[in-house]
Structure formats: structure tokens, C-alpha cells
């Protein structure tokens, strides 16, 4: 619930008052917040108004760089975080999921910016035209290459762990960012009168015991037999099955009540669906701020170190009793194979 007006806490406010506490800051991490945060609130408002204005649903009529389907508001979305990010002052590059590279920006601002943005624009896209939740996904890097000049590749392959900060909107019943620090995990749910995100969640905790699976069972036949195994145990303790099809809904979810997420590796696709540096690292890096954990089924996802802008890698996450249950059944999968 939000607080009483009185008592609000804006987006704004709880990250100026979160970097005062340490003495180095600049402020750069909470004007790149407000940034994404304002452009997150562009992207509600066209998704609010999906179903009434021609122009908004639908396909764009191209492919992404990994030959999916754009829809309008993928295209839009990706824009408007460039071009936001672009003036943001607080940002050397981005990476999209949408762009075959890395976009580093040039302005005498940004060569001296000490952070790039990775995101997933729009996530869930297959459920725009059905009115079902979406999102936005960020991740937050500290730059490696020296400052005064163009941000390079290398800013955006770091490791999952070295992350600074990591969130998502999701544009649902409500409209709510979620980011985390180093330090703790928050919420905020967008007040539409007075067009900001005010501190409704704070310090949020996933459930170490679980009690929700969710993931894509129609694919049943092409999983190993370990994943089948750990499906199987879920069904006899007779778990709730929830499957939006949107990571950031599914994800909301398994943090706010506890469970687990899995989009595992399969006959067709032996890396899993989604990808690393957009989704799957803000997500482990999330997970792990509320106490839960995030793996590959073989490695914690936050360890890995990328290979490519664009890798997928499978993902089990969420609330740590479940995933160990997972990882216990694929291991002994492995071992009798
Ligand atoms: P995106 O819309 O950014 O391409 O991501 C879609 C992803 C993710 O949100 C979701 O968990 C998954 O695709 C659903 O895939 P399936 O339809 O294969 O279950
Ligand atoms: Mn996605
Ligand atoms: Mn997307």
C-alpha cells in the first residue's frame, strides 16, 4: 500500500537519501534512476492507451537482431531509453536487446559518464496485444574502459556481479518499479496523479520456502529428464502452476509470494530463451538482493562471465528452497546419465 499522502516517499527522495550514506557518491546512480523512471512513465502512458489509439498494438513488421518479431511499442520503447539515456548526462552507452550493438554516446557529457545501461525495453512482448502485464528491464554497470572517451563493449560483458544496480517496471494492475543496490531491494508504485513513483514496497524479501512454479510446460517433451524430475515433484506436492509469459510479471510474482521461475535449456534451444545481459543477470542480481538465489543449473547466473552481446543461458531462480530442489534433481540427473 502506498503510504498516506502525507507520508510519501518519492523515487527521487529514497535514492538521494540512499547515496548520501556513503560519502564518495555523486548522485550520478539516482539521476540515472530518475531517467530510466521518466522514461519508464512515457512508456506506461503509451501502454495505458494501447487499445484506444491506432498505431500503438501491433507488429512493427521487422525482426530484431535475433530474428524475433518486433512489435510497435518494442520499437518505441528501445527509442525513448536511448534518447532519454542519450540526454541523461549520467550515461556513457546503452545496450538494448533490440540493437545488434552497443550504442555509445559521444556528447563531452557522456565520454565522462561512468555508467552504461543494458535493458530489455520490452519484456513480454507477445502479451501487449492481450492486455496481459509487461515490463521494462535495467541493469546498471560501472564502466571499465577510462573515462574521457567513448564507452567500449567490454563496459557491457562484465560479470553479473559487478552489477551497481538492476530493477524493472511493470506496467500491470499497477505500474511499479522494483531496483536493487548493493545494498537493498525496493518498490515503488507509480501515483498517477502526481506522475511519480512513491516507496511502496521497501526492502522486499522473497520467500525462502516456495510454494508457485512457473514455466512454459508446453514444452514438457523437450526437457531433460532432470527438469521433467523436478516438474514431477512440484505436481505430486501438488504446487501452484503460474506461467504469464512475461519474465517481469512472472518474476514480480515469485519475489512478492515466493517460488520459482525456470526457463530451461531444451532439445531446440540448448541455451534457453532468454538472455543473459538483459534479462537474466538484473533478474539473479534482483533475486539475490531479496534473499533468494539464481542459477544455470550448473553455475550462479551473477558468476558468469558473457560471451557474446546477445547469449541466452538457462535460468532457474526465485526462492532458494525451490531452486536447490531443482539443482538437486538436475544433478542427479546427471549423475546416472
Ligand atoms: P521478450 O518479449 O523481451 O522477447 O521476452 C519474452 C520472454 C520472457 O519475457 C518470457 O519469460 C518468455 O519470453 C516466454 O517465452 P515462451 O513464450 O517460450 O514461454
Ligand atoms: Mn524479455
Ligand atoms: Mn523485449
Known amino acids: 500500500m502506498i503510504h498516506s499522502s502525507t507520508k510519501l516517499i518519492t523515487l527521487d527522495q529514497f535514492t538521494i537519501h540512499e547515496t548520501r550514506q556513503f560519502p564518495q557518491a555523486t548522485g550520478e546512480l539516482s539521476s540515472l534512476l530518475r531517467d530510466i523512471g521518466l522514461a519508464c512513465k512515457l512508456i506506461n502512458k503509451q501502454v495505458q492507451k494501447a487499445g484506444l489509439v491506432e498505431g500503438i498494438l501491433g507488429k512493427q513488421g521487422a525482426t530484431n537482431v535475433q530474428g524475433e518479431e518486433q512489435m510497435k511499442l518494442d520499437v518505441y520503447a528501445d527509442e525513448l531509453l536511448i534518447n532519454i539515456l542519450r540526454n541523461s548526462s549520467d550515461c556513457a552507452g546503452v545496450a538494448s536487446e533490440e540493437n545488434d550493438d552497443v550504442v555509445c554516446f559521444d556528447d563531452a557529457y557522456s565520454l565522462n559518464s561512468k555508467y552504461v545501461v543494458l535493458f530489455d525495453p520490452l519484456d513480454g512482448s507477445s502479451n501487449i496485444d492481450c492486455n496481459a502485464s509487461i515490463g521494462t528491464i535495467f541493469a546498471i554497470y ?18 553479473g556481479k559487478n552489477l551497481m544496480a538492476a530493477g524493472y517496471v511493470i506496467y500491470g494492475s499497477s505500474t511499479m518499479m522494483v531496483y536493487a543496490t548493493k545494498t537493498s531491494i525496493n518498490g515503488f508504485t507509480l501515483e498517477p496523479s502526481i506522475g511519480e513513483f512513491c516507496l511502496s514496497h521497501p526492502n522486499m524479501k522473497c520467500k525462502e520456502a516456495g510454494s508457485i512454479y512457473s514455466v512454459n510446460q508446453g514444452n514438457w517433451n523437450k526437457y531433460s529428464q532432470g527438469v521433467r524430475d523436478f516438474l514431477t515433484t512440484c505436481m505430486d506436492k501438488s504446487y501452484s502452476h503460474r506461467y504469464i509469459g512475461s519474465m517481469v510479471a512472472d518474476m514480480h510474482r515469485t519475489l512478492i509470494k515466493g517460488g520459482i521461475f525456470l526457463y530451461p535449456a531444451d532439445s531446440k534451444s540448448p541455451n534457453g530463451k532468454l538472455r543473459l545481459l538483459y534479462e537474466c543477470n538484473p533478474m539473479a542480481f534482483l533475486a539475490e538482493a531479496a534473499g533468494g538465489m539464481a542459477t544455470t543449473g550448473t553455475e550462479r547466473i551473477l558468476n558468469l562471465v558473457p560471451n557474446a552481446l546477445h547469449q541466452r543461458v538457462p535460468i532457474f531462480i526465485g526462492s532458494k528452497d525451490l531452486v536447490n530442489a531443482a539443482l538437486a534433481c538436475l544433478e542427479k540427473d546427471l549423475a546416472t546419465a
Open 142 to 159: 560501472k564502466r571499465i574502459s577510462p573515462l574521457g572517451q567513448c564507452c567500449t563493449k567490454e563496459d557491457f560483458m562484465q560479470s
